[in-house]
């Protein structure tokens, strides 16, 4: 991870260099040279002009002036306009290589800037967690080379999964180095303790989802220069119990289609992170069941206006969903990216992020004998359950 980091670093170092300006002191005094010399030397021709007039008038007299028909008011004119040609000359040729050069430096922060999209692309998930009871799929469109999304997908222990939906304000280069930046944060260290997860006693212990947004918005005041913070939603589901836990930081809250009933939007609030020292976060609980799916999405799934400033909105992202009941997982992202971007023209404002799962391959009968283990289930404080969802009655983890 530290390699790649330094990949963004190395290959994004090209852009602070372009707020140097362009014109160099050099090239600033040398025009300054040009100004003065076009103003300066029609005056010089203008007197020059006129001595040799007058040496010219006095040794040519004999000839009555043919030398000079023209009078010195033409020459110096003449004079002028040749003296005016080789400056515009001059600095027409120091617009052109400042264009050259402008051209070039363009051309090389496009390349680092896909450079260093591709490196953040190797961050998402390539391959999402080998779970027999789960099934994970993903979409991710950024609206500019670089984004400010990212999510991803990551084994806790053998029990547990956790999963998130991540969104930086703004885009552009800053975003997508704070995105890298909580990224890293938010990985799974083999053996040692993490945000995520603890070691204890030679094995991993997840850590809450609210907890983990607290010590997110510990670590991450918002930079009051910029303005920047980030939305978060991050979950854990027990690939044992099918338990999902989850907690908001002011990002869209979940999509849950149970197998037998109509899709809803949960329940899910907070403060984005870096918004207020201190926050506390609140932890939602559900009971999923075999063939439920449920979505995470960043905002760019929901908020795309179209061309009569319409918003997509939550309530025709569950149509959407719903309607796609009998197809696949991955055929229910695809539709769903597919209607956001003819919903906004195909010109998108925003980063699009939708991660989702389904639950397969246990037998209700099965999951209904299944029980927790003292071992791998962590104490989980601020507790909510979700009514009307259709599930059993969840059970007290202390």
């Known amino acids: 991870m530290d390699r790649l980091l330094e990949q963004i670093d190395s290959k994004i170092g090209v852009i602070p260099s372009l707020a140097r300006p362009l014109r160099t002191r050099q090239t600033l005094i040398r025009d300054a040279i040009f100004v003065a010399v076009g103003m300066i030397l029609p005056l010089g021709v203008f007197i020059l002009a006129r001595y040799f007039h007058f040496l010219a008038h006095s040794a040519c007299s004999c000839l009555q002036g043919h030398l000079l028909e023209y009078g010195p008011a033409s020459l110096m004119t003449a004079l002028c306009i040749t003296g ?16 050259k050069e402008l051209r070039h430096t363009n051309e090389r922060m496009k390349s680092d800037l896909e450079v260093a999209a591709q490196v953040q692309r190797a961050l998402l998930p390539s391959s999402l967690p080998d779970v027999s ?25 053998h029990n547990w999964v956790g999963l998130y939906a991540l969104d930086v304000s703004g885009h552009g280069v800053a975003a997508a ?70 907690a908001c930081a002011g990002h869209p809250a979940p999509a849950l289609f149970p197998q037998n009933r109509d899709g809803q939007v949960l329940s899910g609030e907070g403060f984005p992170v870096g918004f207020f020292q201190g926050a506390e976060y609140d932890e939602y609980v559900i009971q999923l069941a075999p063939g439920d799916r449920l979505y995470l999405y960043s905002d760019g799934v929901t908020e795309p206006m179209d061309e009569d400033g319409r918003e997509f909105g939550k309530q025709r992202l569950v149509q959407i969903l719903d309607s796609q009941r009998e197809a696949s997982l991955e055929e229910s992202l695809s539709t769903l990216l597919d209607q956001v971007e003819k919903w906004s023209s195909g010109s998108l404002a925003d980063d699009v992020t939708i991660v989702g799962f389904q639950l397969g391959g246990v037998k209700e009968a099965d999951l209904a004998g ?17 009514p009307d969802c259709g599930r059993p009655p969840l059970r007290d983890n202390g």
């Open 177 to 246: 180095l704070l995105s890298v930046r909580i990224h890293r944060l938010l990985s799974p260290t083999h053996g040692r303790s993490s945000i995520v997860r603890e070691y204890v006693d030679t094995s991993h212990k997840p850590v809450p989802p609210a907890e983990v947004l607290r010590q997110l918005n510990q670590r991450f005041p918002m930079d009051l220069a910029t303005g920047q913070y980030f939305t978060i939603l991050y979950g854990i589901v027990n690939t044992e119990t099918m338990e999902f836990r989850y």
């Open 84 to 99: 005016v040609v080789w400056v515009l000359t001059r600095r027409n040729r120091a617009r052109l290589l400042i264009e």
């Open 370 to 386: 299944l029980l927790h283990s003292g071992d791998d289930l962590p104490q989980f404080p601020r507790q909510i359950s979700l």
């Open 133 to 157: 009871a789960l099934q994970f799929g993903s979409r991710f469109r950024p609206c500019e080379t670089l984004a400010g999304d990212i999510f991803d997908v990551f084994s806790l222990n």
